[in-house]
């Protein structure tokens, strides 16, 4: 497993960033986890439909959004929303994505990111066709997709990685192994070992990296985004880490994991281990950690207060984007509503 | 004069030489030209880019073109037959058709899914089926099916160039056992269009795809005994059209609607349902439904006892009348 | 044994030969090849499902065959199985033409003397027609009391005791609805055209009739026979429409077509209503066999056994209304004409003749005709020439 920044802040080798890059992705960091405590809050105060926090999976999903250039696609899950916000989905979209309102799902123009999958396993393959279709258009950007340990057993993960091997499409496979599907530890998930040994299968490069080492993360996934853009085929990332919350809001992690165990992964924490490193390096300070504290805080609220305050669409609304035109039957329904 | 099959291989090579964003996808669609012949030879003119053989896969076809279609190509995928497509289902209810939605017009998915289709081939277990009705359920998606060498030209040409998902049902039993006249440049057929195939004044039958030419055989049967049918060939499942099967009962005041598929569920009973509901006072008689019964499409020996034939149609229609 | 060419690919629905294995006059064991075909798909061998001695081939190498026409035929002793085929039998679609589909709107009828019956569409729940059908009501005829016109089952019982005529004994104060006949309704249809598109003027005038009453009576008396006064009647006009042609004529268009042919139109009381039968050819006949042919006419018409041809084609209408007590009138001209004489009774009445009041028999004449094509002064004139014949029938019995 690679591993570049140890949990003690200190390195095993060269960090991939200088220094300032850092603070920038340490900042980024603390941000997303700013995001992932107000949505969790306001979640239990009745005010999204449901939540699922990625905390613990910062360096994951932060890591290897860094190492993308903006016009690559990404397909990302409900739980990534750190990365899809590194890659310029906004808190507000992502907000009323959650509040059930589907403008959510429309990000600007310039922004790659497809509207998260709810659903586990089936999207693996749109970045597959993604990516083949820059190609096709002569493009060199690549196509970057997440998913949990879980959505490795879904059939259209095997289809995915067979055809991306296959027509070696630059397609980078990003598994948050955080431990857990739901209830299931992944050690039901699977009988593999690893899940970046799956790769072998495929006859694609598979890399397994400490998911919670902001530098190893983002190291690995330079390299293989260079290889995808380069025609020289996909690799799947398996990034290890911890899902320190629960599965949804909803979720009770507690009957199905020990204390001692989530006690265990708070030691690796991937903020705490930047801070660390930055630290050391002379580059941290109290009153700029709150102040970039602040300034999240400051978006985040400013985000929630715009969700929630774009009224709901009317009952018309829900005809006009089923097609590019209203066909005959649904504007007669849509009739029916008015 | 033309077969379906070379109509449809006519207007593929049309829309992979006027659009460089189509490409075609499937088992077996390149280096044998398809298990049908249909893509038979575009391997050749336009390459293995444009034209591309994949792995045993369903659900990875549609998923891989799916994400083509949001990248800004234009999918043309093959099914090999409507029997294996439901691996793909999935990828079809949960993205294809929703994606515009999902995303209020921001990606959306302008992609063909072809799919043949029915029985009367004598084939193996899965590949006669007709269950259209699971996708003109999903809503997002249009379901289009042809029944003649003209139709097929044209609404797979309009279908390409739609801005929105298509399924593409084939009639396989007539492939070839149809021909028609047919231009050999670019023709469209728009979508969501029904057909008056025959004009009559004591009762209308609707059907499509394979069971038009039943319905045909059973209109002469009808002429015969002095009573004139109205045949109306769909032509386009969703978004149906209506208007069309509505006037027509109107002026007949009967109808028997047409398909192979499973009776219960089946698309029939959306078709009666428009029909009570915009012509109820026109009519004379209730409406009849020919269809297979609600058992798996049985395997050759006896599979005539379970596709509508001719006989049945007008059987249906005299009854209408006796009513 | 025939062997048919099977179909062996989904659909397949001919094929060519390529090679005979087994030539004419040899024998062949089961299963073994006996001929290549090719299809769309691939050149295959066909085993034979019999065996036997190959007594023909059903085409020859390079010809094409249909699936289901006999391939070979094979002499043998034993029970061999029957290979299946399907029933893959090309078809040629006719041109593609656009079909009249039974929604698209009719043309209007021509004018005939059929009843026409309303058109519309008939708004009616299939358990109300049934109803219908049961109680022979014509649903046509039933006005609807329900929504947007829907004919209801109350509608239907009604139209049915009305037909039988039971009037219910607690609905005196009820209006009573009585559906109108067939030949009510024609008449009803067709005077509606008329009053429609005939811009009427009506002339009125009396004319002494006592010289073509006494001529009757002679005549009577001669033939021993009632002699209808429309005869006479008819005798005189033919004579003015001869002179006038615009009275015997018909609008087309923008073209006024002035008949040859003088088919006189005879409007007959049936008790039902009006009829007109026409007096086909009425310039060719004598007094006496026109006097014939409107006996005949009348009666036939009474008795509703006119056949449609002797009810079409009249040039110009005479109507005696002097029948029934009628005098002056408004007449209204039949579509497809241009005028209409009816003729009132004769009553005597204080005239003036040579200074001197005298009493003579004057009778009722009103000329109706279409002001598009006929003008006041025409029709004044046309008057008076008939009226000249009427006072004085040497001028036309000749």
Redesign the interface.
């Known amino acids: 497993m690679l591993q570049i920044l140890r949990p003690d802040g200190s390195l095993t080798s060269d960090p991939p960033v200088g220094i300032d890059r850092t603070r920038e992705l340490f900042a980024a960091m603390l941000t997303a986890r700013r995001y992932d405590e107000k949505a969790t809050a306001i979640q239990k105060q009745g005010r999204l439909a449901t939540y699922a926090p990625f905390r613990g999976q910062e360096a994951a999903q932060v890591g290897s959004a860094a190492a993308l250039r903006p016009d690559d696609?990404m397909?990302a899950t409900y739980r990534d929303a750190a990365a899809m916000w590194m890659h310029g989905y906004g808190w507000e979209l992502l907000l009323l994505g959650r509040m059930g309102d589907?403008?959510g799902?429309?990000?600007a123009?310039g922004v790659p990111v497809?509207?998260p999958s709810i659903?586990v396993g089936?999207?693996m393959?749109?970045?597959?066709?993604?990516?083949?279709?820059?190609r096709?258009?002569g493009e060199d950007r690549i196509?970057i997709t997440y998913f949990g340990d879980g959505a490795t057993s879904e059939?259209?993960f095997h289809?995915?990685m067979?055809?991306a091997s296959?027509y070696r499409t630059g397609t980078v496979f990003v598994c948050q192994n955080n431990g857990y599907a739901i209830s299931m530890p992944v050690s039901g998930q699977t009988a593999s070992a690893t899940i970046s040994q799956k790769a072998l299968a495929y006859g694609m490069e598979g890399v397994r990296v400490d998911g919670n080492d902001l530098f190893a993360v983002l190291a690995a996934t330079n390299a293989a985004a260079g290889k995808a853009r380069t025609g020289r085929g996909p690799t799947l990332i398996e990034a290890v880490t911890y899902r320190v919350g629960p599965h949804t809001t909803t979720d009770d992690p507690g009957r199905y994991r020990t204390g001692g165990e989530e006690a265990m992964w708070r030691d690796l924490d991937p903020v705490e281990r930047v801070r660390r490193y930055l630290v050391a390096e002379s580059a941290w300070d109290a009153e700029w950690e709150a102040q970039v504290l602040a300034e999240a805080t400051g978006d985040i609220e400013t985000a929630v207060r715009r969700a929630e305050s774009l009224p709901a669409a009317d009952g018309l609304e829900i005809f006009e984007?089923?097609?590019?035109r209203l066909?005959?039957?649904?504007a007669r329904q849509q009739g029916d509503v008015r | 004069m033309k077969t379906i099959a070379r109509s449809i291989n006519d207007a593929l090579r049309t829309a992979l030489a006027e659009r460089d964003e189509v490409?075609l996808m499937g088992e077996d669609v390149g280096r044998t030209g398809g298990v049908f012949r249909v893509t038979d030879g575009l391997l050749e003119t336009f390459g293995p880019?444009r034209v591309i053989d994949?792995?045993v896969?369903e659900?990875?076809i549609v998923?891989?073109?799916?994400?083509?279609?949001?990248?800004?190509?234009r999918?043309v995928v093959e099914i090999q037959f409507m029997g294996f497509s439901y691996?793909a289902y999935?990828?079809i209810v949960?993205?294809v058709g929703r994606?515009?939605?999902?995303?209020?017009?921001?990606?959306?998915a302008p992609m063909v899914i072809r799919m043949p289709y029915g029985g009367g081939i004598g084939a193996a277990e899965h590949h006669s089926e007709s269950t259209e009705a699971i996708y003109t359920h999903i809503?997002?998606v249009?379901v289009v099916v042809p029944s003649t060498p003209y139709d097929a030209k044209g609404l797979l040409l309009a279908a390409i160039d739609d801005?929105?998902p298509v399924i593409f049902m084939e009639p396989i039993r007539l492939y070839r056992s149809v021909k028609e006249e047919v231009p050999d440049e670019p023709i469209r057929v728009p979508i969501?269009e029904a057909r008056v195939v025959r004009g009559g004044a004591d009762v209308t039958i609707i059907a499509y795809g394979s069971m038009t030419r039943e319905s045909r055989q059973a209109a002469d049967l009808l002429a015969e005994q002095g009573i004139q049918a109205e045949i109306i060939d769909l032509r386009t499942l969703?978004?149906?059209d209506?208007?069309t099967v509505v006037a027509s009962v109107r002026a007949t005041h009967r109808a028997v609607v047409v398909h192979e598929a499973q009776r219960t569920g089946g698309f029939g009973a959306e078709l009666i349902a428009r029909i009570q509901e915009e012509a109820l006072y026109s009519l004379e008689a209730p409406i009849e439904r020919v269809t297979g019964w609600d058992i798996v499409v049985p395997l050759k020996r006896t599979e005539r006892h379970h596709l509508p034939n001719a006989d049945r149609i007008v059987r249906a229609a005299l009854r209408t009348l006796e009513a | 044994m025939e062997f048919r060419l099977p179909d062996i690919g989904e659909g397949l629905t001919e094929a060519e030969i390529v090679r005979w294995l087994v030539p004419v006059g040899s024998a062949v064991e089961i299963d073994a090849p006996l001929v290549e075909v090719e299809t769309d798909k691939a050149v295959v061998e066909i085993p034979s499902p019999f065996a036997g001695t190959v007594l023909a081939h059903g085409a020859e190498e390079g010809e094409t065959i249909l699936v289901g026409s006999v391939l070979a035929v094979i002499g043998s002793d034993t029970d061999a199985p029957i290979v299946g085929t399907l029933d893959t039998q090309e078809e040629a679609l006719p041109p593609r033409v656009d079909v009249v589909p039974a929604s698209a709107p009719t043309p209007p009828a021509p004018p005939s003397s059929e009843p026409g019956g309303l058109t519309g569409a008939v708004r009616a729940l299939p358990v109300v027609r049934r109803l219908a059908r049961e109680l022979g009501v014509d649903l046509s005829r039933v006005a609807g009391t329900g929504l947007d016109g829907k004919i209801t089952r109350d509608d239907v019982q009604r139209a049915a005791e009305g037909h039988s005529g039971i009037r219910s004994e607690t609905a005196t104060e009820a209006d009573e609805r009585v559906p109108m006949s067939r030949l009510r309704r024609t008449i009803a249809s067709h005077m509606e055209r008329s009053w429609r598109e005939i811009p009427h003027v009506t002339t009125f005038d009396q004319v002494d009739a006592s010289r073509l009453l006494s001529a009757r009576a002679a005549l009577a008396q001669r033939y021993d026979r009632a002699v209808p006064i429309e005869a006479l009647v008819i005798k005189a006009v033919l004579p003015v429409l001869h002179r006038f042609p615009e009275f015997n004529a018909s609008l087309d268009g923008d073209d006024v077509i002035l008949h040859k042919r003088y088919d006189v139109g005879l409007a007959v009381d049936t008790g039902g209503g009006l009829i007109v039968p026409v007096i086909k050819r009425a310039d060719r006949m004598d007094l006496m066999g026109m006097a014939d042919e409107i006996a005949r006419l009348s009666t036939a018409a009474r008795q509703r056994t006119l056949v449609p041809d002797e009810v079409v084609g009249a040039t110009f209408t005479v109507s005696n209304i002097g029948a029934v007590g009628g005098g002056f009138g408004t007449p209204i001209i039949p579509y497809g004409t241009t005028a209409i004489l009816s003729v009132g009774r004769a009553a005597d009445t204080p005239v003036v003749r040579n200074g001197a009041v005298a009493i003579a028999p004057l009778v009722p004449l009103s000329l109706s005709y279409d002001h598009r094509i006929i003008d006041g002064g025409l029709g004044r004139a046309f008057m008076g020439v008939l009226m000249e014949n009427l006072e004085e029938p040497a001028l036309f019995l000749i």
């Open positions: 696609w397909v589907e403008r799902g429309h990000p123009d497809l509207p659903t089936a999207h393959l749109h970045a597959v066709g993604l990516a083949w279709a820059a096709i258009r196509a059939g259209d289809e995915a067979n055809f296959v984007a089923m097609f590019e066909t005959p039957d649904l | 490409v880019d994949t792995p896969a659900s990875g998923g891989t073109a799916f994400g083509m279609a949001v990248a800004g190509l999918p691996p999935d990828q949960s993205h994606i515009r939605n999902r995303s209020r017009h921001r990606f959306t809503p997002g249009k801005p929105d969501g969703t978004p149906l209506s208007d």
